[in-house]
């Protein structure tokens, strides 16, 4: 792209996903573009220490592929011919949701699956071939630096990871802060004389586990993908079966409200037993381990309201989950750093960048609005579970009935499941599945249509869908 350089330089704090899209779209608007990232240069398409959720099957929502696919063209393809799946959600995912299976059918609602690592080590390998992003890897950020006036961050403190005599300043007309769930921006207002942002914190405590398997060399089974949902309120564990690349399976558990999923590969398929359905434990019993497994917990979710601030120091923005830690499992967090790379972007190239503070606050409002529905959709269900704790909107027990509706009429009605895909996949608002004829549907089951209703999901049996 031809965009006139509009700062001399920019530092990124984190060179995970959102550091990563940070740096591709700053890349466009800065002569120079710094990525600090505390572990060491990662030489192949494997986990980072500080990123062990990228153990774990994660989702690319469809709103978040369209986004990478602008800013890397021909990324698909280029995973595609590394061993991504291409997958139609429609038809090639068996899915579990709510004590019925989704109805299956040719969409070409097609997504590509792969392991976090392979996804990151793609991006990363294309922005470093960009001329003008530096990454200073095996560095931790020691404190931002800031005028003498405290009203404007200048730059960053770094040392390396492994030796915390050996210190470096960098300067930056902006700083972005995607370090993560342990960013240090709430302990930098509080020095530089600022507020600390409000916060909304849902506690969860979810744990989930992942092994990687050879995948059958024969599949019988019409799936490509298996995701069991727990049915709540009665189960609280949910299993996923995803393809990676190299022919193996990348099978993660979720267990909630304290369900502690497996640490050893001697209870890892036993494990299985006590989701909703069977079907993954009778798909994995007679496999052979091809890793061992790696547990992830993740006792809370938490949401910054930078946006709700009235002062903050100019220079300084913050993005992904320094912003907002999502569930993780409804795989939400890279689809919505990609929507909040798109968003920086779009002002950058509206507006241009000027280093003040109603900038970061400007950007801060943009990143509230691309979190509030997927904050709201992942934690209306996580209340569904009687042992989370946090503060409930009064309009959740109504959500939740109508939603039990929606998520049962989309077992036999298309209509119904797309728009369901749609909000699913950050694509639309919630708004979609208000629409006069969905409404229509959803009143009509509650009010009597009910039986009929489930009369007709027992004729579409989940081996005879197509």
Same mark, same amino acid.
């Given at each position: 792209?031809?965009?006139? =350089? ?103 609602? +097609? ?20 001329? +003008? ?26 040392? =390396? ?38 916060? *909304?914190?849902? =506690? ?62 001697? *209870? ?13 434990? +009778?798909?994995?019993?007679?496999? *052979? ?60 190239? *509206? ?98 249509? =009910? ?16």
């Amino acid at each position: 792209m031809n965009i006139p =350089k509009q700062g001399k330089q920019a530092v990124v704090i984190g060179g995970s996903m959102a550091g990563l899209l940070a740096a591709r779209v700053l890349s466009d608007h800065f002569t120079q573009v710094m990525v600090v990232e505390r572990d060491p240069l990662p030489d192949s398409p494997t986990a980072r220490k500080g990123a062990p959720q990228a153990h774990h099957a994660h989702a690319l929502l469809k709103s978040g592929e369209l986004v990478l696919e602008n800013l890397f063209p021909g990324l698909m393809q280029e995973l595609a011919q590394k061993g991504a799946v291409q997958a139609d959600f429609s038809a090639d995912v068996k899915w579990f949701h709510f004590g019925h299976w989704k109805m299956r059918a040719k969409t070409g609602f +097609n997504v590509s699956v792969q392991s976090r690592p392979l996804l990151e080590y793609t991006i990363r390998q294309r922005i470093e071939a960009l001329g +003008n992003v530096t990454f200073y890897y095996g560095y931790a950020v020691e404190d931002v630096i800031a005028s003498e006036d405290k009203t404007r961050v200048t730059g960053i403190r770094i040392q =390396k990871a492994d030796d915390r005599t050996a210190r470096e300043d960098l300067s930056a007309d902006l700083v972005v802060d995607a370090s993560g769930r342990g960013s240090k921006t709430p302990q930098w207002l509080e020095s530089l004389g600022y507020d600390r942002a409000s916060e *909304t914190r849902v =506690k969860i405590d979810l744990s989930y586990s992942s092994q990687v398997f050879d995948a059958p060399a024969a599949q019988t089974d019409d799936w490509k993908l298996l995701v069991l949902n727990p049915d709540i309120p009665n189960n609280t564990r949910a299993g996923y079966i995803f393809p990676i690349e190299n022919g193996q399976w990348l099978v993660t558990y979720g267990g909630y409200s304290g369900d502690k999923t497996p640490l050893t590969s001697e *209870t890892f398929v036993e494990y299985a037993k006590g989701l909703a359905t069977l079907d993954i434990y +009778n798909a994995i019993k007679d496999l *052979t381990p091809a890793s061992d497994v790696k547990s992830f917990n993740v006792p809370m979710t938490v949401r910054h309201h930078y946006e709700a601030l009235s002062r903050f120091p100019a220079g300084l923005i913050v993005m992904g989950d320094s912003f907002c830690a999502f569930d993780p499992v409804f795989g939400q967090g890279m689809s919505s750093a990609a929507k909040q790379a798109l968003a920086l972007s779009k002002m950058l190239s *509206t507006d241009g960048y000027q280093a003040t503070a109603a900038f970061s606050q400007r950007f801060h409002k943009c990143v509230s609005g691309v979190v509030t529905t997927p904050w709201l959709l992942a934690t209306s269900e996580d209340f569904r579970y009687p042992k989370t704790e946090g503060k409930k909107e009064f309009f959740i027990p109504i959500l939740h009935w109508y939603t039990g509706h929606i998520f049962a009429l989309s077992a036999t009605d298309m209509e119904v499941y797309s728009a369901f895909r749609a909000v699913m996949h950050l694509q639309t608002g919630p708004l979609a599945l208000f629409k006069p004829s969905i409404l229509f549907k959803v009143l009509s089951r509650a009010l009597g249509g =009910k039986r009929k209703t489930e009369a007709s999901a027992l004729e579409v049996a989940p081996e005879t869908q197509s």
